[in-house]
């Protein structure tokens, strides 16, 4: 492995990364409680910082992407941020307030609580394909909880990397919050240092070696990976609905999102009233096609060629392609990639094997409900579900009888919105949590605390000093032992 990274403004090393750790833990050991109107004050001034700069986030996304939709940026990158921070100044007060939990009668008059304590010096890895958001809702948790952050940005996305690392330190020293880039390299660097929280959003496979470079130093993780996420429609739910809710949900950001839907499960028969209703709501939502300013670009070439052998691949073994629109020389140059249905491919092709992350969408007719949760506890958990279906009593069985990081029922993408809600995976789909109170607490030691009271020496504990006696031995009975 290389010791010298190339970052978007200038050249890394590993002692880069290790100088930034050690100033954030020196700052930390200094201030190791920032008191509440600190925090409110980092969390306004992040807020700021992201209101002030809209364009030059609009931009940098654009250039990073080769075509991001402006107003896809605004929604996912921006508001998306800013609706967290704003959360977190909202609840912040009764976050840091003690909890008062019971205490046994055995342990009377003495009482018990929760502190909240930051943990101290947080890692954060963010992915390309939401560089700001998934960089900056983190922050907001970890700085609500007092913490200093680093922050590592994806070597996909240069531009929003310098970016965020400019308008961060127009209020940020180092020693709070640093931003760094660099090359693939640099993460397994970045994850081998000993933070005292490391948050790593990206795929399940770069998460392993995540995970296996942070073992040495045993720092806790919370990882955020992706998955096929499935949709299943109900006999009975109208398509149309469901496919203008799908629609959405898989052309917003071209299908690079970790929750995207990822596969279609509808019952018999109803293919063809899909495809049908696919093909209107493709037009609805993009008049002018992939060439739309409203459609982002697939981030890279190598993503692009990916997307098409995966295509190719599903055809070769038999399943039926239907692009929604016939790509032009145009937007293949853009990487602008139509959303294209896949029918029923098999089982073993790469679409069936490999979460997708582009506008491909495969479509497979089942028997049923109780198929669809077969063939959902066949596979890995999924970071999402999305159930269409206005029947209480089966939304109730498959909640009860599938595993999956989050749902959202009659929608999909909506569940990651929520900011009251927690955001995490299980299984493969990752582990750990964060966003709302879920996120303070993750970067947050929720210290228990036993404060005992009596009088003078005595204590009801007294009764259970040696030398043991009856009135011991009685009481211990009474406790259970």
């Keep these: 492995m290389s010791n010298t990274i190339e970052d978007t403004d200038k050249t890394v090393t590993t002692s880069d990364f290790e ?9 930390y050991a200094n201030s190791r409680y920032p008191e509440y109107q600190d925090r409110q004050y980092k969390l306004k001034t992040l ?3 992201l209101l002030s700069h809209r364009d030059a986030i609009i931009a940098a996304l654009n250039a990073d992407f080769g075509h991001r939709s402006p107003d896809e940026t605004r929604l996912a990158e921006i508001s998306g941020s800013v609706i967290h921070i704003r959360y977190a100044r909202k609840h912040l007060a009764k976050w840091m307030l003690p909890q008062r939990r019971g205490t046994s009668i055995w342990f009377l008059p003495g009482s018990n609580r929760i502190q909240a304590q930051p943990v101290g010096v947080v890692g954060i ?6 560089p700001i958001n998934l960089a900056v809702a983190p922050l907001a948790s970890a700085l609500a909880a007092g913490n200093r952050v680093m922050i590592k940005m994806s070597e996909y996305t240069p531009e929003s990397t310098k970016l965020l690392k400019t308008i961060l330190a127009k209020a940020f020293d180092e020693s709070e919050v640093a931003v ?15 933070f005292d929280h490391l948050l790593f959003t990206g795929s399940s496979n770069v998460g392993r070696k995540v995970m296996a470079a942070a073992a040495p130093n045993l720092t806790p993780l919370t990882l955020e990976l992706g998955g096929k996420s499935p949709v299943i429609i109900a006999k009975d739910y109208p398509m149309e609905v469901a496919a203008s809710r799908i629609s959405f949900g898989k052309l917003f950001n071209a299908g690079q999102t970790c929750v995207a839907p990822d596969y279609i499960l509808l ?17 609805d939502l993009l008049p002018t096609g992939a060439s739309s300013e409203d459609y982002t670009a697939i981030i890279d070439q190598r993503n692009a060629n990916r ?3 995966i295509l190719d691949d599903a055809a070769a073994k038999g399943a039926t392609i239907i692009p929604l629109e016939q790509a032009s020389d145009t937007n293949k140059a853009r990487r602008k990639f139509p959303l294209t249905l896949v029918l029923n491919p098999p089982s073993d092709s790469r679409i069936m094997q490999e979460e997708i992350f582009g506008p491909l969408l495969p479509v497979i007719e089942t028997d049923g409900l109780d198929d669809c949760i077969s063939r959902i506890n066949a596979g890995d958990r999924p970071l999402a579900l999305y159930y269409f279906s206005n029947s209480q009593s089966e939304q109730d069985r498959l909640l009860r009888q599938t595993h999956s990081g989050g749902v959202t029922v009659n929608d999909v993408l909506l569940q990651y919105l929520q900011v009251a809600q927690p955001f995490g995976g299980t299984g493969n789909s990752g582990f750990g949590s964060y966003h709302g109170w879920e996120g303070f607490r993750t970067f947050s030691h929720m210290k228990p605390v036993f404060t005992q009271r009596g009088f003078g020496d005595f204590t009801g504990l007294k009764l259970l000093n ?16």
Excluded: C, H
């Excluded at 100088?19 to 700052?27: D, N």
């Excluded at 760094?180 to 000993?194: K, N, T």
């Excluded at 019952?267 to 037009?283: A, C, H, L, S």
């Design 125 to 130: 890895m963010a992915p390309w394909n939401y």
């Design 47 to 49: 807020e700021d910082l």
């Design 19 to 27: 100088a930034i750790f050690q100033s954030q833990k020196t700052a």
């Design 307 to 309: 997307l098409t052998a």
């Design 466 to 481: 040696p030398p043991y006696g009856p009135i011991a031995r009685r009481l211990i009975t009474m406790m259970g032992g």
């Design 180 to 194: 760094v880039g660099g090359a693939a390299e640099a993460a397994s660097q970045f994850a081998e240092l000993p």
């Design 267 to 283: 019952p018999r028969g109803k293919i063809d009233d899909f495809v049908t209703w696919m093909g209107r709501k493709y037009v």
